[in-house]
Each structure stands twice: as C-alpha cells, then as structure tokens.
C-alpha cells in the first residue's frame, strides 16, 4: 500500500457525461501527478501540481481538467467524454515538486459506453 | 521531449533464472530513472531507481545499471520466483522547477514460470 488513495475504484459512464476523479496523497506529500493508462497510448502524464499550484502540463486534453485543493486531495475532471477516454487513471504523489520518488495509488477504472 | 523505448515486450523464463530488460531514453538532461512493477489490478509500484550520478544499484534479488553516455538503462532480476511476475516499466525523468514528469517505456511482462 503505497498510501495514495483513488476514488471511485470503478466507473462506468456514457459519451458526453462529466465525470470526478478524486486522490488523496501520501501524508507530508504536496504535490501531485496524474497519469492515463490506455492499451494503445501506455503510462502517460497528464498534469502535476504542487501545493495547489500548477506545475506541469502533458498531454493532457482541453475537455480535461484538474485541482489541487488547499488539504492537498486533487480532483481530475474528465468532461464530453468518448469511447477513447476508457482507460485507467493513476495519481500518483511525491514529497515536494522536484523530489525524485513518486508513488502511485490504486487507480479508477474509467468505462465510458 | 523525452521518448523512452523499453524491450522486450514480452519476457518468459523458469523460476530461478535471470531476467533482463531494457531501456534507453532520448533526452541528456534526464536524470532520474525509476522502474515500476505492476501487479494485475494494482497501481504501479516503485521497485528501485537509480540517478545520474551512479552507475549501478543493487537491492537484494534487483539491480539496475545506467550508461549515460549511451542512454540506456536496465534491470536485472536474479532468482526468479513466480511473484516476480507482473509488468515492469522504466521511466525517465529531469525534475526541475518546471515539473517532475515520468515518461515511461511501453512495459515488459515478465511470466516466470515454476
């Protein structure tokens, strides 16, 4: 257990919904990383904030969103959303914004139909 | 940006034996290298790293080996046991003050066979 908490551990939506995703870090971790997980595109970065703050952006769409909030959960909104969005999605948490050692949670398993 | 290739895709061996697997990367300023395992159904988990300044890291059963000057790193497993088995990534990254983002290899699955 690496202490990263995901919620929920399973979704399943159709096209064009919104959906939250929703992590908490590590306990002393301030910053935050969320990565996408695809048969065709592999582990990919999306977003990374520290201490509420936006620190780096990937490949991450414009109908994709995140935040970090002030007790340092973060939340991914993943809106419009198509078949290809399927995928998992990891967060994953490090002690400051450049501390080599990141940790990943369990994931949430988005299903869009 | 930085673009890592990992190989092979696909790796079986016995119980007991060796396992290697290899990456190399494409950006100079990378300079931390981390490998994952991932169980199925579980987040991947961080198994040993290694960083520019060294050029091999031993943790019991695992080692990893880091040639800057040819950008390749890789991982050896020795005495294979059958938990061993899972998919395994390489990642490279360059943590600075403009993020601290990991590019990974495509994964290899490790089946060890008893």
């Known amino acids: 257990d690496s202490g990263v908490t995901q919620t929920p551990k399973h979704l399943i939506t159709a096209t064009g919904q919104r959906v939250t995703l929703r992590c908490s870090p590590r306990?002393?971790?301030?910053?935050v990383y969320w990565y996408q997980q695809s048969l065709d595109q592999g582990l990919q970065f999306l977003i990374q904030?520290?201490?509420?703050?936006?620190?780096a952006k990937g490949n991450i769409l414009e109908r994709f969103s995140a935040q970090q909030f002030p007790d340092l959960h973060s939340e991914l909104n993943l809106s419009s959303l198509e078949l290809g969005d399927s995928a998992l999605y990891f967060c994953?948490?490090?002690?400051?914004?450049?501390?080599?050692?990141?940790?990943f949670g369990p994931g949430t398993r988005l299903t869009v139909l | 940006g930085e673009n890592v290739e990992q190989h092979p895709s696909t790796l079986s061996v016995q119980e007991g034996d060796s396992a290697v697997i290899k990456c190399t990367y494409s950006?100079?300023?990378?300079?931390?290298f981390p490998w994952y395992k991932q169980e199925l159904g579980k987040g991947p988990q961080l198994i040993i790293d290694?960083?520019?300044?060294?050029g091999e890291k031993k943790d019991q059963r695992i080692a990893v080996t880091l040639n800057k000057t040819a950008k390749h790193f890789s991982l050896h497993i020795t005495e294979t046991q059958p938990e061993d088995s899972a998919v395994y990534f390489c990642?490279?990254?360059?943590?600075?003050?403009?993020?601290?983002?990991?590019?990974f290899g495509g994964g290899t699955r490790l089946m060890v066979k008893p």
């Open positions: 306990s002393g971790d301030l910053s």
């Open positions: 950006d100079s300023a990378s300079n931390y």
């Open positions: 994953a948490s490090s002690v400051t914004s450049t501390y080599n050692e990141q940790f």
């Open positions: 290694i960083r520019s300044n060294v």
């Open positions: 904030y520290y201490n509420g703050e936006e620190r």
């Open positions: 990642a490279a990254s360059n943590p600075n003050n403009a993020g601290n983002m990991l590019t």
